[in-house]
């Protein structure tokens, strides 16, 4: 059974950082690329940032210079760190399992991050 267990999400003001972590089982993390999305209220999700099996890394221009994943496959765990938040970031975010040609995709259930002035 695959479980995504996300934390790290919070208030925060404007300006500040904060580490979303995901512990991932039940998948063999290291051959599998890995994402963090968001949802705020209202919104459809959308893509944060995305890091593959070799390290390569992907993110939406919003978070671009800001944002950071990271991986540890000895932990099986995604990082996100969101440094210089705005409120705009302000949404749910999930960790997700990608997809591969074989294997279907897989989604924790979520951490708020509150950007708040």
């Known amino acids: 059974q695959v479980q995504l267990v996300e934390s790290g999400g919070g208030l925060v003001q404007p300006g500040g950082s904060l580490r979303l972590s995901c512990a991932a089982s039940?998948?063999?993390?290291?051959?599998?690329?890995m994402g963090w999305y968001r949802q705020a209220p209202g919104n459809q999700r959308e893509m944060v940032a995305r890091?593959?099996?070799?390290?390569?890394?992907t993110y939406a221009d919003s978070v671009k210079g800001r944002f950071t994943i990271s991986r540890d496959n000895s932990k099986s765990t995604v990082y996100l760190q969101m440094n210089s938040l705005k409120p705009e970031d302000t949404a749910v975010y999930y960790c997700?399992?990608?997809?591969?040609?074989?294997?279907?995709?897989?989604w924790g259930k979520g951490t708020l991050v509150t950007v708040y002035s």
């Open positions: 039940g998948v063999v993390f290291s051959r599998r690329a």
């Open positions: 890091i593959d099996t070799d390290g390569s890394t």
């Open positions: 997700n399992v990608e997809r591969t040609m074989y294997l279907r995709d897989y």
